[in-house]
């Protein structure tokens, strides 16, 4: 490839395109690459993404441990909120909410999604929003 192609958001793309292909080695391999990226060239727009992602397809590769997915969602929140991005903040928060649901941790889940969802006061229609609000209604059930 060239140019535009290796950039960290394009690689970022295609790692969130193999994560719902079920294609979790290759979707590594673009976070690999679009992390390399991003520290070679200090490029840090799309780093919260990466790690996001990163997390999400360990868990579906399996093999590994949660806390390895853990590690990559906890970094990815560090990233948006240290950006003040607001709607990465929220997608970390997500992936680190539905594993700790998956743990039994409801509570914890719960009190780390709801004030990020709270920071927010337009945009209710998009997917993101929509599935974080059907998520801490889960988690408050």
């Known amino acids: 490839m ?19 292909e079920g294609a979790p080695h290759e ?18 727009f799309a780093e919260a993404e990466l790690n996001r992602l990163r997390g999400e397809l360990v868990l579906v590769r399996g093999g590994a441990s949660d806390e390895d997915a853990e590690s ?3 970094r990815a929140l560090e990233v948006a909120a240290g950006q003040k991005a607001r709607c990465l903040e929220l997608r970390a928060a997500m992936s680190l909410a539905r594993l700790w649901q998956q ?39």
């Open 27 to 44: 979707g590594l391999s673009s976070v690999a690459e679009g992390l390399g990226f991003v520290n070679a060239m200090g490029v840090r």
């Open 2 to 20: 060239g140019g535009e192609l290796e950039s960290p958001i394009w690689l970022a793309m295609m790692a969130d395109a193999y994560l719902v």
């Open 103 to 141: 743990r039994g941790k409801r509570t914890e889940a719960y009190e780390l999604l709801a004030p990020i969802y709270g920071w927010f006061t337009e945009g209710f229609d998009t997917a993101d929003l929509q599935e974080a609000k059907a998520l801490l209604a889960e988690l408050a059930g």
């Open 72 to 74: 990559a969602f906890r």
